[in-house]
């Protein structure tokens, strides 16, 4: 279930700034700015220093309901905007390997599991809380199917769920799954 958005093409004109942008998304006149310039977000862009983005609401609107629903189809990479000079730029550890490799090895990893997993047993091999899978399973971001003695997953939709978060979120991993990662790089 997403968010209505219907508030937001009702209160902003059908053509917007950049200002708009951030404040609607709630993210940084850089970040807004690199949605624009790499066309996650459509935009017109006449080159001038100011007033530079002509954008559609709607455009603004379907970008949120994605974000919220896929967020790996828009997914900003990692480190690319953090403020801190000083700090050592820290590389995506998983950067580097083919979406194939990933899942070969979690298919590797959890082939003495079930075909047929409950949010029990997704808990305990991935190291997340048994809530956090219950809200991607209730959010629809991982596929389930009821059955008489709860919610099961797929052993394979488990990996193909896991092999896109673990890309798109390489440092919110649980310490189960980095150790799985750091066992696929030694």
Known sequence: MSTDYSALLLEY?????????????????????????????????????????????????????????EPQKVAIPVGIFTSNKYRKKRENPVAHLPRSELKKHLCLKWRSEPDALTITQISKITGYNMQTVGQW????????????????????????????YILASPYRLSYTMRRIMEDLDG
């Open 13 to 69: 004109p059908a053509v917007i700034s950049k200002d708009q942008l951030y404040r609607i998304c709630h993210i940084s006149k850089r970040k807004a700015t690199w949605l624009l310039e790499n066309g996650i977000i459509p935009c017109r862009d006449s080159g001038k220093k100011t007033r530079r983005f002509q954008i559609y609401t709607a455009d603004v609107v379907n970008y949120l309901i994605t974000l919220e629903n």
């Open 137 to 164: 399973i209730s959010k629809g971001k991982l596929q389930y199917v009821s059955c008489p003695d709860g919610r099961k997953v797929a052993k394979r939709w488990l990996i193909q769920f896991m092999t896109d």
